[in-house]
Nanobody, 121 residues
Framework: QVQLLQSGGGLVQPGGSLRLSCTAS????????MAWYRQAPGKQREAVAD???????DYLDSVKGRFTISRDNAKNTVYLQMNDLKPEDTATYYC???????????????WGRGTQVTVSS
């Protein structure tokens, strides 16, 4: 019913920038919260940033001032602009859509498949 297609990511040197995108599809009428999570090898998945349908944002302390989350409600798309990347930002990044309302369904949570971000010199 709901699919999240992620793009972006890759290999970047420390101090560099990357932009992630995630578009939700599937007869969607509205999405409550959209978010980005990440998971590094051997570590638990953690929330990086989230944004409400009204544009209220929240960030993991370690990315504040470096990452910016934004969304285009008309396109059901969320973005994560990542600047001044550090090696500790290396992880697989996952997109999440919470409270997805469709024409004939409601889905509490949906996940993208993940995209790798590697920060290394």
């Amino acid at each position: 019913q709901v699919q999240l297609l992620q793009s972006g990511g890759g290999l970047v040197q420390p101090g560099g920038s990357l932009r992630l995108s995630c578009t939700a599809s599937g007869n969607i009428l509205s999405i409550n919260t959209m978010a980005w999570y990440r998971q590094a090898p051997g570590k638990q998945r953690e929330a990086v940033a989230d944004i409400s349908s009204g544009g209220v944002t929240d960030y993991l302390d370690s990315v504040k001032g470096r990452f910016t989350i934004s969304r285009d409600n008309a396109k059901n798309t969320v973005y994560l602009q990542m600047n001044d990347l550090k090696p500790e930002d290396t992880a697989t990044y996952y997109c999440n859509a919470g409270g997805v309302r469709g024409s004939d369904f409601f889905k509490t949570s949906a996940w993208g498949r993940g995209t790798q971000v590697t920060v290394s010199s």
